[in-house]
């Protein structure tokens, strides 16, 4: 089923082009990372004040109320590259270790970990001293997005 | 040239490079110190643009960024340039290569420029349209950096 979705969406004439072209896929590439910066900065810059640096500067509240929109747009952008990527060699990618781990286990508990931490952003962060599950959390979260960012950079050693 | 050739064969050169492992690493440093330049500058200069955070002062935002701008710019150096070593004699001749480092330096004046007229800017009644300008080639700089960079592997394979 999934190999044959994936084997659909290679042959697909758009994604034939965007493979083939020497122009086109170094501008997929760019959207990819384009907006994994902003994504991964923003989430890395909040959970970095939630362990405490910069604390003189902004609450945790006043910088999620500075950063959201393009967090969440930086993550947009990230996924209609990286997916785009993805359609261009699917059937390799659905059969590659390193890809399963990243897509299936640490993207999606990153996500869920970086959604309850903005949720609870606006709660713990209205003064400048983070309460120690606020600095747990940001730990946390750091920790995930380096596994997310290690899961893609192994890819291709399989 | 000849530096090039001896600098990748030094011994720790090859070990690193031919352990997936270590390269990873470098690789994971590599990455994080580009999202983190990356994205602090592209959320300052988005501010400045007034696309960002205009409910934050524009100061403020900008101390508690550049350092990490400034640690990712590090990450990316050191990284980048064990990343050069090990294919040094291929990236040498490769002109998107220097492009690409063309345009990183050009970015880094862009967001030195930034940085310290930030301060100045905020004390305005309205960021002038010249600060806007400015902003928006830092941006366009950063980005135009990750072009030339996702073009290099291609290149060096080629060479």
Redesign the interface.
């Known amino acids: 089923m999934l190999t044959s979705i994936a084997h659909w969406l290679q042959n697909l004439p758009l994604i034939l082009w965007l493979g083939s072209s020497d122009h086109a896929y170094?501008?997929v590439?760019?959207t990819h990372?384009?907006g994994?910066?902003?994504?991964?900065?923003?989430c890395?810059?909040l959970d970095?004040?939630l362990l405490g640096f910069?604390k003189k500067?902004?609450t945790p509240a006043?910088?999620l109320?500075?950063?959201f929109?393009?967090n969440w747009v930086?993550l947009a952008i990230a996924v209609t590259g990286g997916f785009t990527l993805f359609c261009i060699a699917a059937g390799g990618y659905i059969a590659n270790p390193a890809f399963q781990v990243k897509i299936y286990m640490l993207l999606p508990v990153a996500l869920i970990w970086h959604i309850i931490v903005q949720r609870k952003t606006r709660g713990w962060g209205q003064t400048e001293e983070t309460p120690t599950a606020a600095k747990l959390a940001g730990g946390i979260e750091l920790i995930l997005w380096?596994c997310v960012?290690?899961g893609?950079?192994?890819i291709p050693?399989y | 040239m000849a530096f090039c050739r001896w600098l990748e064969h030094l011994p720790w050169v090859v070990e690193m490079t031919g352990n997936?492992v270590q390269i990873?690493i470098v690789?994971?440093f590599h990455?994080?110190g580009?999202?983190?330049v990356?994205?602090?500058t592209?959320?300052v200069d988005?501010?400045i643009l007034g696309l960002?955070?205009k409910?934050?002062?524009l100061t403020?935002?900008a101390?508690?960024?550049f350092?990490?701008t400034w640690l990712?710019l590090f990450f990316v150096t050191v990284s980048g340039f064990l990343m050069f070593a090990g294919y040094a004699g291929q990236f040498y001749p490769a002109g998107v290569f220097w492009i690409k480092i063309g345009v990183f330096f050009l970015a880094i004046i862009f967001g030195v420029i930034v940085q310290r007229n930030v301060p100045k800017w905020d004390r305005l009644p309205a960021i002038p349209l010249g600060a806007k300008a400015i902003a928006l080639i830092s941006l366009v700089l950063w980005?135009g950096m990750?072009?030339a960079?996702?073009?290099v592997p291609?290149f060096i394979a080629c060479v």
Do not use: C, H
């Not at chain 1, 994994?36 to 923003?42: A, D, E, G, H, R």
């Open positions: 170094p501008f590439q760019l990372f384009s994994l910066s902003l994504w991964i900065s923003t890395l810059i970095i004040r910069g500067l902004m006043k910088l109320d500075a950063i929109v393009w930086g380096l960012m290690t893609g950079i192994w050693n | 997936a990873s690789w994971l990455f994080l580009y999202f983190l990356v994205g602090t592209a959320l988005l501010r960002a955070g409910r934050q002062n403020q935002l101390k508690l960024l350092p990490w990712g980005f990750i072009l960079s996702v073009e291609a």
